[in-house]
């Protein structure tokens, strides 16, 4: 009996390695990219199009009285915003991998992937392209400074390939043995319905003299510098007047940077495991003054007078588990000195204004202190705006202007006590 229960699971065995091995062809339905070379791609004549409506608002940055908006790896609108109330939509550039801007003297200065573009935006509604600096950046640290979003859904670009340009959809046969699994991956064909290609469409076709980026922002330019943060450096650009900047140089920050933000001639960067200052003595060089570490979580930073303000935040691009706002003192820019830690939901970006601090704490909306007591802030919330899932602020001239998956919400805290919204301009 023990013997032919031997041969009965033997044969079973031999039958399933048999089918295992057995050829069979297996169909499927991808999306498949649709590449332009490098060399075309660099070619083509960006111009003003007619305004678009908001689909993935990412980065905001004003300048005197415009607002740009980053679409999220698309391009960018421009909005006359000399009335908060009633902002005016001018123009959108399709800027394909776009992921952040800064301003100064009239000349705009966008990220295209790897590439550094700069336009003369005197007249902000007809910004004209003056040069595109080539490979200004590391390709190899792209996908990991999109834009430091959680949830920027593409890639877009293949070194060897070019850019994709479109997708469409394809039935891909193949050979198969047994339960050989499909590489949905291969040459970045995917399955129907993973989300690949969400932001294809639009990639077909193709007061003062600096302005102001929100807390969330890897692009800035002080006195004749621009800044542009990656994972492991901060590239200067020396501006120049001829609206082509020269790259200075390349200074090492580590590999986890985040954000960056300026103050009293300092760079403070927000990285996943704490707060680092670089001075500006040399401007062309930032160097390396000192930091302050936390867990790791994502941190963006804002600064005032000799207090960081810096929020800590869990989620899957940010790994850690804290959710916290962090008051710092800085009267020793040598030695930054941890003040008090405040328990939040998810927060995001934030703003400071006199003792007025807002707090985008993600899905939990916006949240407006009074901060004029370093120890007892949470004690002070003096508005909340729930119901909407917010990202990044930027106050200025007691107007807030806040993106968030819903828009960009303006609002009026001349009376912090009684903030009024001016405007939504709406995700569509």
Same mark, same amino acid.
């Given at each position: 009996? *023990?013997?032919?229960?031997?041969?009965?699971?033997?044969?079973?065995?031999?039958?399933?390695?048999?089918?295992?091995?057995? *050829?069979?062809?297996?169909?499927?339905?991808?999306?498949?990219?649709? /590449?332009?070379?490098?060399?075309?791609?660099?070619?083509?004549?960006?111009?003003?199009?007619? %305004?678009?409506?908001?689909?993935?608002?990412? *980065?905001? /940055?004003?300048?005197?009285?415009?607002?740009?908006?980053?679409?999220?790896?698309?391009? +960018?609108?421009?909005?006359?915003?000399?009335?908060?109330?009633?902002?005016?939509?001018?123009?959108?550039?399709?800027?394909?991998?776009?992921?952040?801007?800064?301003?100064?003297n009239n000349a705009l200065y966008v990220d295209s992937y790897y590439d550094l573009l700069s336009f003369d935006?005197?007249?902000?509604?007809?910004?004209?392209?003056?040069?595109?600096?080539?490979?200004?950046?590391?390709?190899?640290?792209?996908?990991?400074?999109?834009?430091?979003?959680? =949830?920027?859904?593409?890639? @877009?670009?293949? &070194?060897?390939?070019?850019?994709?340009?479109?997708?469409?959809?394809?039935?891909?046969?193949?050979?198969?043995? @047994?339960?050989?699994?499909?590489?949905?991956?291969?040459?970045?064909?995917?399955?129907?319905?993973?989300?690949? #290609?969400?932001?294809?469409?639009?990639?077909?076709?193709?007061?003062?003299?600096? #302005?102001?980026? @929100?807390?969330?922002?890897?692009?800035?330019?002080?006195?004749?510098?621009?800044?542009?943060?990656? %994972?492991?450096?901060?590239?200067?650009?020396?501006?120049?007047?001829?609206?082509?900047?020269?790259?200075?140089? +390349?200074?090492?920050?580590?590999? !986890?940077?985040?954000?960056?933000? %300026?103050?009293?001639?300092?760079?403070?960067? #927000?990285?996943?495991?704490?707060?680092?200052?670089?001075?500006?003595?040399?401007?062309?060089?930032?160097?390396?003054?000192?930091?302050?570490?936390?867990?790791?979580?994502?941190? %963006?930073?804002?600064?005032?007078?000799?207090?960081?303000? +810096?929020?800590?935040?869990? #989620?899957?691009?940010?790994?850690?588990?804290?959710?916290?706002?962090?008051?710092?003192?800085?009267?020793?820019?040598?030695?930054?000195?941890?003040?008090?830690?405040?328990?939040?939901?998810? &927060?995001?970006?934030?703003?400071?204004?006199?003792?007025?601090?807002?707090?985008?704490?993600?899905?939990?909306?916006?949240?407006?202190?009074?901060?004029?007591?370093?120890?007892?802030?949470?004690?002070?919330?003096?508005?909340?705006?729930?119901?909407?899932?917010?990202?990044?602020?930027?106050? /200025? !001239?007691?107007?807030?202007?806040?993106?968030? *998956?819903? @828009?960009?919400?303006? /609002?009026?805290?001349? =009376?912090?006590?009684?903030?009024?919204?001016?405007?939504?301009?709406?995700?569509?």
């Amino acid at each position: 009996m *023990k013997n032919n229960s031997l041969l009965l699971i033997m044969a079973i065995a031999l039958g399933a390695l048999s089918s295992c091995n057995d *050829k069979f062809t297996e169909s499927y339905t991808a999306n498949v990219p649709e /590449y332009m070379n490098l060399d075309d791609w660099r070619a083509m004549d960006i111009a003003a199009e007619n %305004p678009r409506d908001l689909s993935e608002p990412g *980065k905001i /940055y004003i300048y005197q009285d415009y607002l740009f908006i980053v679409e999220r790896g698309v391009g +960018v609108h421009i909005l006359n915003n000399a009335n908060p109330a009633a902002p005016q939509n001018l123009a959108f550039l399709t800027i394909p991998g776009c992921v952040d801007l800064a301003v100064f003297n009239n000349a705009l200065y966008v990220d295209s992937y790897y590439d550094l573009l700069s336009f003369d935006i005197s007249d902000p509604a007809q910004p004209d392209l003056q040069c595109r600096i080539a490979d200004a950046f590391d390709f190899d640290n792209w996908t990991l400074i999109k834009g430091y979003q959680d =949830d920027l859904p593409f890639t @877009g670009i293949d &070194p060897a390939k070019g850019v994709i340009v479109s997708w469409s959809q394809k039935e891909i046969s193949r050979d198969a043995v @047994g339960y050989e699994s499909i590489n949905f991956n291969n040459d970045f064909e995917t399955a129907i319905g993973t989300g690949m #290609g969400a932001i294809n469409d639009a990639a077909v076709n193709i007061g003062s003299s600096t #302005g102001i980026g @929100g807390s969330m922002a890897q692009f800035t330019v002080t006195g004749n510098f621009l800044y542009v943060l990656r %994972p492991a450096s901060i590239t200067s650009f020396n501006l120049g007047s001829d609206l082509c900047p020269q790259q200075s140089s +390349v200074t090492p920050v580590g590999w !986890n940077a985040e954000t960056i933000f %300026p103050y009293n001639n300092h760079l403070f960067l #927000g990285t996943s495991s704490g707060m680092m200052i670089f001075n500006l003595n040399n401007p062309s060089t930032p160097e390396y003054v000192s930091a302050i570490s936390h867990l790791t979580a994502c941190d %963006p930073v804002v600064v005032q007078d000799n207090r960081a303000y +810096v929020t800590v935040r869990s #989620g899957t691009a940010c790994q850690g588990f804290i959710n916290q706002l962090m008051v710092i003192d800085i009267s020793d820019y040598n030695a930054p000195a941890l003040l008090a830690e405040y328990n939040l939901t998810n &927060p995001h970006g934030l703003g400071i204004d006199g003792n007025t601090l807002f707090i985008c704490d993600g899905s939990a909306g916006l949240k407006v202190f009074d901060a004029a007591d370093d120890m007892t802030i949470t004690d002070h919330l003096i508005s909340h705006y729930q119901q909407i899932n917010t990202f990044d602020v930027i106050p /200025y !001239n007691d107007v807030l202007i806040m993106s968030a *998956k819903e @828009g960009i919400y303006q /609002y009026d805290y001349s =009376d912090p006590l009684n903030i009024e919204e001016l405007s939504l301009i709406p995700v569509n």
